[in-house]
């Protein structure tokens, strides 16, 4: 089992991707909703989708108890 740390050095990491699964399967609007829906700041957010801040711990189990995505599914989303 690969961590989360060699998840989001890996070329392949795209949070973009598990970022727009919670959205669509929440049907929320955009990422200000999704920050209101993560109880982040909305740059925390801008910061992920540019990669600048990877998806750690607190915000991947946080996302699984909003989006009933388990710890696998999310880390599957944002590892392909």
Not at 10 to 15: L, R
């Amino acid at each position: 089992m690969s961590s989360l740390k060699e998840i989001t050095a890996s070329p392949s990491y795209n949070p973009n991707r598990v970022l727009d699964a919670i959205i669509e399967k929440l049907q929320l609007k955009n990422d200000a909703a999704l920050s209101r829906a993560l109880e982040v700041a909305p740059p925390v957010i801008s910061k992920i989708r540019h990669n600048t801040l990877p998806i750690g711990a607190t915000i991947l189990i946080r996302m699984h108890e909003i989006s009933d995505f388990s710890i696998r599914e999310l880390r599957d989303l944002m590892a392909h």
